[in-house]
């Protein structure tokens, strides 16, 4: 799930608050190490905290359907977890570092949840809402000036990122879809005749 959210979000920064700049983005933790060796303007989305969020934990099951609106399967109660990330635009001028965040947040503070269409695998699966916050007051024990201390980094602008996002904790395939067939029955005169249904299984015979 987590690498979902990652491409889903790398999706909506390219396409969105930095189409056509060629800003690279990054997923590696920020440290001296990695601000040293860059070497092109980077956005940054590190991802520095995981904790579930019971609050969303629902009873019942979630159906997943293909694309025909067909169920396949069911998923048992999905858990919800909080995914953090500290967001960061690099290069070698303040000035422009904070054009890049400017449009990052005004980009991504339209959005209460990810877009469907840029949900893949298990969250497309799914089809449930995920929601994101982008810039809301760090919960507690998320204090970000720590996250810095334990990177080796100085302290630097960024956006606090949260996307909750569900996992399945076990799918089941739906058994085949059943399918009614009618056939006509007669005595052996064929003086009468009546019309039987029987309900089989899709696909058999």
């Known amino acids: 799930m987590i690498h979902e959210v990652d491409e889903a979000l790398r999706g909506l920064v390219v396409a969105e608050a930095l189409a056509g700049t060629g800003v690279d983005v990054s997923f590696d933790a920020p440290t001296r190490d990695w601000a040293n060796r860059r070497n092109a303007p980077t956005v940054n989305l590190f991802l520095y905290d995981i904790r579930e969020d019971r609050s969303r934990h629902f009873q019942g099951r979630v159906a997943e ?34 054009r890049l965040l400017s449009a990052l947040l005004t980009n991504l503070v339209r959005y209460d949840e990810l877009p469907a269409d840029r949900m893949t695998g298990s969250l497309a699966a799914l089809r449930l809402a995920v929601p994101m916050a982008v ?54 005169t064929g003086a009468r005749a009546s019309r039987r249904t029987r309900v089989v299984p899709d696909g058999r015979r």
């Open 65 to 98: 359907r293909d694309a025909a609106g067909q169920m396949v399967a069911w998923h048992d109660s999905p858990h919800f977890f909080a995914l953090s990330y500290l967001v960061t635009a690099w290069t070698n001028r303040p000035t422009d570092e904070h």
């Open 135 to 188: 810039a809301a007051p760090p919960g507690e024990g998320r204090a970000l000036a720590d996250v810095w201390t334990a990177l080796g980094g100085e302290l630097k602008p960024s956006l606090d990122l949260v996307v909750t996002a569900p996992v399945s904790a076990r799918r089941t395939p739906a058994a085949p879809p059943v399918r009614e067939r009618t056939v006509g029955v007669s005595d052996i």
